[in-house]
């Protein structure tokens, strides 16, 4: 499995016009993005064929079980790598290339999926959105460029779950693209506990899930493994409410059921002020597009 901080990756300058490289969801298989291949999984599992790219016509790689992609397009530096003696897509490039057949919201997904953590609130982002975006700004000319330009936008660093990600979407995307609009929300936001509450709950920091800082309004979602903390997570929002935090939790039932997960985001527009009139014609249509995306919907 490939990650970006191996230290056998090197920019592959000489001859890129005439190698191959392992591309779209083949490469997909070739990264370690955990959320991204989490979410992928049936479709990298359904493909039979086997991605590449070629920088020429001049390259001959017609094989049975093989689909080639022909870009001569310029290729930002770190678009194409070679990572342990295998020519392959960056992630940089892969997003762009995916995109290329996604609609805005499968887009919007997806790149916040790339900037995810690898392993928790401690770990690094698999890709950074700064870079990313630099890189998708450097690709002029690339098929999906401009929706994933678009795309970048309403994509943060940092989230640790593909549901935080919903959270994250439901809430903060246009009326127009199924969201509520309500903006200033971070992923995994740090709390440095006071000495006495560090020593309360055993650790000196927290981090919530979907945080407003500026109106400390939290946002915690309980998964299925919250079932076996239920004790510790009461004690641990109780801290947060002494640090002036009002905090809110999501289930998995509020989002997968449809009229609940309306319900939820009414309440959210009142704790944020918001008007619940929503104008737009566009908004059920994407906010059901949106709702389709939840893994196993």
Same mark, same amino acid.
């Given at each position: 499995?490939?990650?970006?901080s ?9 001859n890129?016009d005439?190698? *191959? =490289?392992? !591309?779209?969801? !083949? ?8 959320? *991204? ?14 991605? *590449? %790219?070629i920088? !020429?016509?001049? *390259? ?8 080639t ?5 310029h290729?930002? &530096?770190?678009?194409?790598?070679t990572?342990?003696n ?12 995916? !995109?290329? /057949? ?9 790149g916040?999926?790339?900037?995810s ?18 890189f998708v700004?450097?690709? +002029? ?5 401009q929706?994933?330009m678009?795309?970048?936008q309403?994509v &943060? ?17 246009p009326?127009?693209?199924?969201g ?8 995994? =936001? ?10 309360? %709950?055993d ?7 979907y ?7 939290a946002?915690?979602? %309980?998964g ?12 641990r929002?109780?801290?947060? +409410? ?5 905090v809110?939790?999501?289930?998995k ?5 449809? /009229?609940?997960?309306? &319900?939820?985001?009414?309440?959210? &527009? +009142?704790i ?7 104008r737009? +014609? ?11 995306? %939840?893994?196993?919907n």
């Open positions: 499995m490939t990650t970006l191996e230290n056998k990756i090197n920019n592959d300058k000489e890129k005439n190698c *191959v =490289y392992i !591309s779209h969801f !083949s490469a997909l298989k070739h990264w370690d993005l955990p959320l *991204v291949k989490q979410y992928y999984q049936d479709i990298i599992d359904s493909i039979k064929i086997y991605e *590449v %790219l920088r !020429s016509r001049k *390259v001959n790689h017609a094989k049975n079980g093989v689909k992609y022909l870009n001569r397009k290729v930002p &530096q770190n678009g194409l790598m990572v342990n295998k020519k392959i897509v960056s992630p940089y490039l892969l997003f762009l290339q995916l !995109s290329e /057949n996604m609609d805005i919201l499968e887009t919007i997904l997806m916040n999926l790339f900037c953590k690898y392993d928790g609130p401690f770990s690094q982002e698999c890709l950074d959105v700064v870079k990313l975006r630099k700004e450097a690709a +002029k000319g690339h098929k999906g460029r929706k994933a678009r795309a970048l309403y &943060q660093n940092g989230a640790c779950s593909i549901m935080e990600i919903f959270v994250h979407m439901f809430f903060s995307l009326l127009m693209l199924g509520r609009a309500i903006k200033g929300g971070y992923f995994n =936001y740090k709390v440095i506990l006071t000495e006495e509450l560090a020593e309360a %709950l650790k000196e920091v927290l981090f919530i899930d945080c407003f800082p500026d109106k400390k309004i946002y915690e979602y %309980l299925e493994y919250h079932n076996q903390s239920v004790d510790q997570d009461s004690k929002n109780l801290i947060l +409410k002494r640090m002036g935090f009002d809110n939790t999501i289930t039932s509020q989002l997968y059921d449809k /009229n609940n997960l309306k &319900q939820l985001l009414m309440h959210v &527009q +009142k944020h002020n918001k008007r619940n009139y929503i737009t +014609k566009e908004h059920e249509k994407n906010f059901h597009k949106l709702w389709l995306l %939840l893994p196993g």
